[in-house]
């Protein structure tokens, strides 16, 4: 088993940035991959950044250039940093683990919310 709990979250102008963390108990090092996950009122979960225990990462197109997902030596906690927020990046984020000995399991989300 493994929990997550997500912060950073909050309201932040358009242009703004916001930095958020993702700390993983439990079964730390069973872990093979995590990412950001975000969910729009309205809209389907979709994945933000991932980054593998290799250090290998993945960006959705909408993010790349603007967020950095990245995980300290000890593999946790995660972060992921969001420069140049724009409105359309207004979502609930998750953090998200995947072992491929544990499965799949997700935080509590942390609201971010991009406005002026």
């Known amino acids: 088993q493994v929990q997550l709990v997500e912060s950073g979250g909050g309201l932040v102008q358009p242009g703004g940035f916001l930095r958020l963390s993702c700390v993983a108990s439990?079964?730390?090092?069973?872990?093979?991959?995590m990412g950001w996950y975000r969910q729009a009122p309205g809209k389907q979960r979709e994945l933000v950044a991932r980054i593998t225990s290799i250090g290998s990462t993945t960006y959705a197109d909408s993010v790349k250039g603007r967020f950095s997902i990245s995980r300290d030596y000890a593999r946790n906690p995660m972060y992921l940093q969001m420069n140049s927020l724009k409105p359309e990046d207004t979502a609930v984020y998750y953090c998200?683990?995947?072992?491929?000995?544990?499965?799949?399991?997700w935080g509590q989300g942390t609201q971010v919310t991009v406005s002026s």
């Open positions: 439990g079964s730390i090092f069973s872990i093979t991959a």
């Open positions: 998200n683990a995947f072992g491929p000995g544990i499965g799949n399991f």
